[in-house]
């Protein structure tokens, strides 16, 4: 009997969800304008180029990422947006460059070394030649046998990390069989717990340690630490952050990022006894002028006299790291968020609500631009006391999830949003989108919008490259975008982002989030 009752509520909960998503408007001949708009006569490349060949490297606070929001601010006007600016978002820290980076091999042999500085560190003052020291510890005894000996010296920590070919493809799309799958998850709680146990123990190892030895390299005047690349290899290296940012905080003692290949190099050779020698020349500059984070913003009016108050928000982060152009991470999605207004504005549509751009900043430093916007904007999270503004916002759509074309849309947990995105997703099945799924995504700017009770959304995209090559790496480079896919995804946004502002309601909500102090999982 009681599993009769939980069938038949069962069936009742998909007829209400077949009703709602029967009664879901949707205008398909302006559908159909944007497709053909957005697929034969996209500006994505060109956007694109902008942003990454043209503008450099985007980290935040840098000259490369101000070259880039000055431009997507004054193209956002041109294409008639209003009230585009580089609104200040609140306090961000030092702006950093890297100027000049030169390491190469000397003794046992002369081979140069693929290399990078971590961000926010200083330089070598001037070209430098020094032995390599191998550092044979993981804690702070280890290290004691080494001191004294740190002086005029490249350190080196030893890894013993085997290189495994592996023999899968870089460039993967989702099968039919995954986004089935995909669609068919049900929504299960985080261990926040174990979140954290993982984060603390990360902090008390290899970090720990790692902060150990600059501490004593920079004491001793050593000269820098190299540093592996995780997941690198075949030339590619991740390399994010090397210290803090803050305005009054000194400069990073040199860590530098190399190859995987060089890497093990070098400890083979000092573990068989071989001295090796190397000359390095790394020049940086930082910028305290203006410590304030910025993100670009635009609009376009809404034009209903009930509904042009509320608010359709779309946005990606504009900020990268600094060894390559950050083409998948993120310009793809800044790229394609522009693309959308472009679009929009191009067929001269007239959205009932406002529909508003926001290319963000800070994000890579865990969503500040975002954060900071939200909170100042609509509701701090550590307290939950809501702004006027909470309740005039409709939704908002994200990409961060590179190149790769569009598949769907995640929920973010918000199942009464099923039946509208299953039928806005309907006439795109042709192009390859059709998966809706309950779960939580992670690490991007929709994040801050969720914390505060807003619907955000990021989009189920193909991975192609993105783990295994490009995703904060020098490879990041306008080569590996995907203009098709570009395309796709820009079409697809557009259409979600009209919808919403055409929509009598607004997108369901969640149930509002219970404060969350800071270090408990608020800003």
């Known amino acids: 009997m009681r599993k009769q009752t939980c069938l038949l509520a069962l069936g009742l909960l998909f007829l209400s969800a077949g009703l709602r998503a029967q009664e879901e408007k949707v205008d398909i001949a302006t559908i159909e304008k944007i497709k053909t708009e957005g697929l034969q006569h996209s500006h994505v490349m060109d956007i694109a180029f902008h942003l990454t060949d043209a503008s450099g490297n985007r980290l935040t606070a840098s000259p490369g990422f101000l070259r880039a929001a000055n431009w997507a601010k004054q193209q956002l006007t041109d294409w008639g947006l209003v009230g585009a600016t ?8 030092k702006g950093w460059e890297l100027q000049k980076s030169y390491l190469a091999l000397t003794a046992p042999y002369y081979k140069p070394l693929i290399a990078y500085p971590k961000a926010w560190c200083a330089g070598t ?9 191998l550092i044979s ?78 501490n004593e390299a920079l004491k001793e005047g050593a000269v820098a630490i190299l540093s592996e690349s995780p997941r ?25 990022v190399i190859t995987l290949e060089d890497y093990t190099t070098i400890v083979r050779l000092l573990k068989a006894g071989i001295p090796v020698s190397v000359d390095a020349d790394v020049k940086t500059k ?12 635009a609009e376009i009016k809404g034009t209903d006299k009930k509904l042009k108050d509320e608010v359709v928000m779309l946005g990606g982060h504009l900020d990268s790291w600094h060894s390559a152009t950050g083409a998948t991470d993120n310009a793809a999605g800044c ?57 005039k916002f409709a939704g908002y759509f994200n990409i961060d999830n590179g190149t790769g074309k569009v598949r769907g849309i995640y929920l973010q947990g918000n199942e009464a949003c099923r039946p509208i995105f299953t039928q806005w997703l309907q006439p795109f099945h042709d192009l390859g989108a059709t ?30 490259e993105y783990s295994t090559r490009t995703h904060h790496t020098n490879m990041d480079s306008y080569e590996h975008l995907r203009e098709d896919d570009l395309k796709q995804i820009a079409t697809i946004v557009a259409a979600f982002v009209y919808n919403t502002a055409q929509r009598d309601e607004k997108l369901p909500r969640k149930e509002l989030p219970k404060p969350r102090p800071a270090g408990r999982g608020g800003f």
């Open 137 to 214: 510890a993981t804690d702070s005894a280890g290290l004691e046998k080494y001191k004294g000996q740190l002086a005029g010296k490249i350190l080196i920590p030893e890894v013993n990390e085997v290189y495994q070919q592996s023999f899968k493809p870089d460039a993967t799309r989702y099968t039919d069989d995954q986004l089935d799958s995909m669609a068919k998850v049900v929504m299960k709680p985080v261990d926040t717990a174990e979140l954290r146990r993982r984060r603390a123990g990360f902090n008390r190892g290899a970090m720990a340690f790692l902060n150990m030895l600059r």
């Open 286 to 297: 930082f910028y305290t002028d203006d410590t304030k984070g910025y993100n670009v913003v």
């Open 335 to 391: 790229t394609v968020m522009m693309e959308v207004v472009r679009i929009l504005k191009t067929l001269g549509l007239q959205p009932r609500r406002t529909i508003r751009i926001a290319l963000w900043s800070g994000e890579e430093e865990g969503l500040l631009g975002s954060r900071g916007y939200v909170k100042k904007t609509f509701a701090d999270p550590a307290t939950m006391q809501l702004l006027p503004a909470h309740e």
């Open 86 to 93: 580089l609104d200040p978002w609140g306090d961000f820290g």
């Open 435 to 464: 998966t809706v799924n309950v779960s939580n995504t992670g690490g991007t700017d929709h994040q801050s919008f969720d914390a505060v009770g807003l619907p955000g959304f990021q989009f189920i995209q193909d991975e192609i």
């Open 232 to 256: 690198g290899h075949d030339g590619t290296l991740f390399v994010q952050g090397g210290g803090s940012y803050a305005p009054d905080a000194p400069a990073n003692f040199l860590d530098m």
């Open 125 to 133: 003052d001037g070209p430098r030649s020094a032995s390599v020291l």
